[in-house]
């Protein structure tokens, strides 16, 4: 039962129902048609900036889960360097190895290891990751990430784990991986972003959105009435 | 008429309202505020945890929290409570709160009264696509924007159109609600006899203490719970003492659907093909079928493998239902679309327990995510343990049962559609079309829960 179902007819065997008219559909009515159109052209306004959020929001999220990937090639194994959940950022990510032989085979079975290295020479700025004296030169050791053995992934050739980065910056990322008790390395460069950053902005974009839509109806709202 | 009083008499219970406790809480100042302001709090938790907490769905309370917890518990509770979740959804609050801080309550517009429900199995049907093409599930930062997303629209809607709009009109879980709910096993209703006499509509609009009806319901003509979320605004106002809780059988209010609509039929056909899409995907041979399809459309984007399957996947329980609506058709004499409204009604009951027996796995299988993951929030040490709640095995016999009960449920409903609507040889020639249209969807369910499935988590 909508209001709109709730009609006279329904109301004229009971006595003293004139209230029931409903009186801000009679003020709606009665509101001058410039008002309405106004009103109307901020409906339009806060629907379209939301509508304009959701498409940021659908391409963030499509970023986000896109994935990241780098390739190296060492004695003739491929190894290729994926972060699964998007670009690598302070914090948590979570990775995947895939090995191929020279054959293009994907090598089963592998003990796969990675570790990470925060690499002085391109971290400008980012002053936790190396302390450095007057001079300029590093006093502290750079940030590192322990070593993280990998575990095998759903599909043949692929090897699963995390790792954690506490600094934005390039890292060095070694992946350490023993085929036939041969030990062998590939090295990867990536530029760890600092976490949340777009994030934030994504955030205070809802809630200027939001803003936006009660101040406009706050302000509107006398006027309306 | 006659059926409407044996609807009447299945509420087989006396008026909860009378218990101490029940018509204590609803007549109390407290409620149902203190209930909204709870969930506002655990919801603003969430919304933390998600936006700002760790990255990965594995870890992040939030997700368990939303996830795994309340979503598996949402369609329970529309069959135990029918939409008191609604009353106490944290984005009706928000709708409350700026509604009274800055609203215009202009009415609704006549092309949401008459469309919403469209635009509701539209989102709906966008919101299951990009769950899977953008991973909302699978990524709390995705699952928080989403919200974000839901939150803006709330606010959008709450601060100029009139009461719960975007509750009753535009929400996409307020559509599967509706069509839930009226399996549910509470009815308010008012007394026939008390209401004829009453000269007074506060029920309806409310007065300067209590408000009115937040779903435009008007307790007096009220014959379905489709919308009712028990706020209680009601039973508050009412002068007359009219209001009745009652406890009524299962599925007991789809015998007698007085003005059935085309798009809730449309929305009850659609669940059952999200139900097998949900299911499907998340079978073990989802993987090695997407790499065919890549093969086969000579691409490796997920969206349009995905897109193919949804597109398949989805109209298959439409078209069965029309083709048994074309078959119905000649035995009772109505038309094909009249056979779809007044028959897709009967299979809400098969979509609640395939929906109940879907997120049964995710509840029983990874429960113990929702703890495990709590306790690494408050920085305890997590043992490292199996999510699983019961065992496999378990769970795949409640689904089972689950989905005997949705066959039984729904193969009654339609017994008792065609009862009320046709007399003679034409009940059971009505009924046997419909009948073996949902004992197919129950087999295909069957099929699908017996085999393995991926977590969530």
Known sequence: MTDEHITGAQFQNTEGCSVMHDISRIKARTRTPRLKGYLNIVTGLAFGLTLLLLLVGQAQASEESSGTSLKKEVDGYKVELVFTEGKAQTGDNKLKIELHDAQDQPVDKAKVTVT?????????????????????????????????????????????????????????????????????????????????????????????????????????????? | ??????????????????????????????????????????????????????????????????????????????????????????????????????????????????????????????????DHVFGMVESPWNSGVLMLMIATAVVATGVFWERRSWCRHLCFLGGLSSNYSQTGMLALRGTSEKCAECKVPYCYKGWEKVPG???????????????????????????????????RLPTSELWFVHKPQFAAAFLAAVIMGIVFLQNFTMLEAWKPMLSWLENAFNTDSFMVTFTVVFLITLPIPLALLAFTSFVAQKFNGDSLVKNFTRFGYAIIPLDVAG??????????????????????????????????????ATIQILQYALIALGVAGSLFTVYRISKSNYTGGKTWATVIPYAVLLILFGIVNIALFSLPMMMRL
């Not at chain 1, 980012?126 to 590192?144: I, L, M, V």
């Not at chain 2, 917890?69 to 984005?91: D, E, M």
Request: charged letters at 15%.
């Open chain 2, 1 to 130: 008429m006659k059926d409407q009083s044996v609807a009447v008499s299945t509420a087989a219970s006396g008026n909860l309202l009378k218990n101490k406790f029940i018509g204590w809480v609803f007549t109390s100042g407290w409620y149902p505020g203190f209930f909204q302001w709870l969930t506002v709090l655990v919801f603003l938790l969430i919304m933390y945890l998600l936006l700002l907490g760790p990255t990965s769905a594995h870890d992040n309370w939030g997700t368990a929290l939303t996830w795994v917890l309340w979503w598996p518990l949402i369609p329970i509770i529309f069959v135990l409570a029918g939409r008191f979740w609604c009353n106490v959804c944290p984005f009706g609050k928000l709708n409350d709160v700026v509604q009274k801080l800055v609203g215009h309550n202009r009415p609704v517009p006549l092309f949401l009264k008459k469309y919403g429900i469209w635009i509701i199995d539209a989102v709906f049907i966008m919101i299951t696509w990009g």
């Open chain 2, 213 to 247: 009806c937040p779903v435009f319901e008007y307790p007096r003509t009220m014959n379905s719970n489709a919308q009712c979320n028990f706020c209680g605004h009601c039973v508050k106002s009412c002068p007359n003492d009219s209001l009745t809780l009652k406890v």
């Open chain 2, 355 to 392: 929906h109940i027996a879907h997120n049964l796995f995710h509840l029983l299988a990874e429960g113990k995510a929702v703890f495990l993951t709590g306790l690494a929030f408050f920085g305890k040490e997590v043992p490292d343990v199996s999510n699983a709640l019961v065992d496999g």
């Open chain 1, 116 to 225: 990470a290295e925060m690499n002085i020479t391109a971290a400008k700025g980012t002053e936790s990751s190396a302390k450095k004296n007057t001079h300029g030169a590093s006093t502290q050791s750079p940030e590192r990430v322990k070593a993280v053995e990998l575990k095998a992934g759903h599909e043949t050739g692929e090897y699963v784990g995390q790792v954690k980065f506490h600094d934005a910056g390039k890292w060095n990322i070694k992946v350490t991986f023993v085929v036939q008790k041969q030990p062998k390395s590939a090295t990867f460069e990536a530029d760890v972003m600092k976490a949340d950053a777009s994030k934030w902005y994504v955030l205070w974009g809802f809630l200027g959105v939001n803003l936006a839509v009660i101040i406009t109806a706050a302000a509107t709202r006398k006027k309306a009435r």
